[in-house]
């Protein structure tokens, strides 16, 4: 069967690969929608930073580079492994491709995300989306609800990063109204927690005043459309001052830290109310510093955001489900297979701040591969 697989820097090849058999416990999937994500882009313009180098196996899946790409994907359930008596062929499905140990401390107090030897379906081994076929773990298997499309399927992997941050932010759930939020970074992550903020909010009449600090014209309105009630360029206005004037001299419960930049996480703790939180989900290129007397004397918090835990999949399919978020218009792009280096991670480095989501239709890609070889 076909795969892109990735070999290390700028390297990522179409080709023929052995079809995985399913086996007792696991499910063979067949691919439909594939997300490209920020952590694709970072591993095809840097090399392996999370992708196994050869040498040095991922410790559960024992694999190295070449390994096949794709982890935000939704499919079809193509056939069933032995023991498996709760999903059938046909259904419409999508993957949480984590995979950690199961046995270690974090596992064991339900921090799977927090495992030492986590890794992902599609970067660390066990296939990937961007192939034919996959055989993922039961356990990895989310059924779509009938009225959740396979295109949002493949949506709800980085939907469940901001549902993630936004359940374990140090605040009432479901959401007050009276709860002030601001969101660093309107790229594809600082979209989830707009929208995982309005999934989780207690009444969609009065929701939560959303704040999102953006310095590009094409984000700032991809955030006024998922709900953010007042965007900022950081660029042109003073983020503390502006804060401050749109919280009566208050500051903000939580911020979102979904960008990852120094001058922003200054800003952010400012930002904040006594007892606040700056809730980081950000991945940071190099080491960031952190000023202790601002957090001490106005008793706030700095705390991590990792992933999704097990259970943010369903809650973000059941948000979907019932109308809550309508995740649609974070697909910018759609395209088939063939086309991913050019169409998919070029436009992404190219255009970025216009691109949120480009997804990889399989089912074009197959078709066309069909007619050649005919
Ligand atoms: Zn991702
Ligand atoms: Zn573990």
Redesign the pocket.
């Known amino acids: 069967m076909r795969a892109l697989r990735f070999h290390g820097k700028k390297d990522i090849r179409l080709e023929q690969v052995e079809e995985p058999q399913v086996r007792p416990g696991w499910v063979k999937v067949k691919p439909a929608f594939v997300g490209i994500c920020g952590t694709d882009l970072h591993e095809y313009l840097d090399g392996n930073n999370l992708i196994p180098k050869p040498g040095h196996p991922h410790s559960i899946t024992k694999e190295t580079s070449p390994v096949t790409l794709g982890h935000e994907f939704s499919g079809v359930v193509e056939e069933v492994g032995q023991g498996i008596i709760d999903l059938e062929v046909g259904q419409r499905v999508c993957v949480q491709p984590t995979i950690?140990?199961?046995?270690?401390h974090?596992?064991q107090s339900d921090l799977h995300n927090s495992?030492?030897?986590y890794g992902f379906i599609g970067l660390s081994g066990w296939g990937g989306g961007l192939a034919e076929y996959i055989v993922v773990p039961r356990q990895a298997v989310w059924e779509l609800p009938s009225n959740v499309s396979l295109e949002y399927g493949a949506l709800v992997e980085p939907l469940a990063v901001g549902f993630h941050a936004v359940d374990i932010a140090p605040i009432a759930h479901p959401i007050k109204s009276s709860t002030s939020m601001l969101v660093l970074g309107g790229g594809p992550i600082g979209l989830s927690v707009i929208q995982a903020i309005h999934g989780q909010a207690a009444s969609s009449e009065s929701p939560p005043v959303i704040i999102v600090s953006e310095p590009t014209a094409a984000r700032q309105q991809f955030a006024r459309e998922f709900g953010a009630h007042h965007v900022i360029n950081p660029l042109t206005t003073d983020l503390v001052t502006k804060i401050m004037e749109l919280t009566d001299d208050r500051g903000v419960d939580v911020v979102f830290d979904a960008a990852g930049v120094q001058v922003g996480l200054d800003g952010a703790v400012r930002s904040l109310c006594a007892g606040g939180t700056v809730v980081n989900i950000a991945v940071w290129p190099k080491r960031a510093t952190l000023d202790m007397n601002e957090i001490t004397f106005r008793q706030r918090s700095y705390m991590g955001s990792a992933t999704y835990s097990n259970r943010d999949f369903g809650r973000v399919l059941e948000a979907i489900e019932s109308g809550k978020i309508k995740p649609g218009a974070m697909i910018t792009s759609m395209i088939a297979l063939e086309e991913i280096e050019d169409k998919g991670f070029r436009a992404l480095i190219e255009e970025k701040d216009t691109q949120v989501k480009i997804l990889v239709d399989m089912g074009r890609s197959l078709r066309k591969d069909s007619a050649v070889a005919v």
């Open positions: 950690y140990c199961g046995k270690c974090a596992c495992c030492p030897q």
